[in-house]
């Protein structure tokens, strides 16, 4: 990801402070030590969506926290479930894909100098959900993100919150 974003040109920049993610450019740590995620995914109970530490000390992981530790968008609009057949369509395009999800590294090489405007936002907030903001096991982006319209205006802290939660909960709690 920080790779990425080094070799963003200046309009690209701008294109991602629209969308509201303008502090993931000053992105500069390339991992996370695994002791400190083993502690937090040992220790965080997702029906108060807290870190429970053994010490008595806790503290949530809500929207606000979202919006404070990373710096996207609190508020807004509420990201759709599912996203429309020409929603997908468009997504599909942009990404020279048939009918599968893209491959996050099929996504990243498509960032080059060249690509601007719509076509770069969307590809931009794909790849941010898919492996920073909302990541998962998959090597795919996750469908339902195809809804997400290049805008700040999307309540992106929520979303992030809300996948967290759906991956610490057992599936049958879901």
Do not use: W
């Amino acid at each position: 990801m920080v790779e990425m974003l080094d070799k963003l040109t200046k309009s690209q920049e701008a294109i991602v402070r629209d969308l509201g993610l303008g502090s993931i450019l000053a992105l500069k740590c390339t991992d996370i030590p695994t002791p400190l995620v083993l502690l937090l995914a040992t220790y965080y109970d997702p029906a108060s969506r807290s870190v429970k530490l053994p010490n008595g000390a806790s503290f949530r992981i809500d929207a606000i926290t979202s919006h404070l530790v990373l710096g996207i968008p609190y508020g807004g609009i509420k990201v759709p479930t599912k996203s429309s057949n020409r929603a997908k369509a468009v997504i599909l395009k942009d990404t020279n894909q048939s009918s599968q999800a893209a491959k996050l590294d099929d996504l990243i090489s498509m960032i080059n100098r060249d690509l601007e405007g719509d076509k770069f936002a969307r590809i931009f907030m794909l790849i941010v959900l898919g492996i920073f903001l909302c990541p998962s096991s998959s090597s795919r982006v996750n469908r339902r993100y195809y809804a997400i319209k290049c805008s700040c205006a999307f309540e992106l802290s929520m979303l992030v919150c809300m996948m967290l939660r759906r991956m610490a909960l057992p599936s049958d709690i879901q």
